[in-house]
């Protein structure tokens, strides 16, 4: 059975920092290209970053370029998120993904997903 599970998520100031995790387990973590996705209340899930199965290339949405960063431990089976000038007006609830192909993963159609961890900003 295959599992994401997300942490390090909770309440954090405007401009402050957050590191998001997300474990895997049931799946042959190194051979899927990991993402995060974020959603609002009543809004539609949105993608934040992606990463290469090696690590090596990186992509992020233009809202949160220069100030995410999206890593991997093979050896560990984690993705994390070094979230950093955050915002208040940015989505609360963040996803991590496995998908097979990068097409996939950016049109939300990974095969595996996160529960979700909630990110609060206040201002």
């Known amino acids: 059975q295959v599992q994401l599970v997300e942490s390090g998520g909770g309440l954090v100031q405007a401009g402050g920092s957050l590191r998001l995790s997300c474990a895997a387990s049931?799946?042959?973590?190194?051979?899927?290209?990991m993402g995060w996705f974020r959603q609002a209340l009543g809004k539609d899930r949105e993608f934040v970053a992606a990463i290469s199965r090696s690590g090596g290339v990186k992509n992020y949405s233009d809202a949160v370029k220069g100030r995410f960063t999206i890593s991997r431990d093979n050896a560990k089976n984690t993705v994390y998120m070094k979230m950093t000038s955050l915002k208040p007006e940015e989505p609360t609830v963040y996803h991590c993904?496995?998908?097979?192909?990068?097409?996939?993963?950016?049109?939300?159609?990974?095969?595996?997903w996160g529960q979700g961890t909630q990110v609060t900003v206040s201002s």
């Open positions: 049931g799946l042959t973590f190194s051979g899927y290209i």
């Open positions: 993904s496995a998908a097979t192909t990068t097409t996939r993963l950016r049109q939300l159609d990974s095969e595996y």
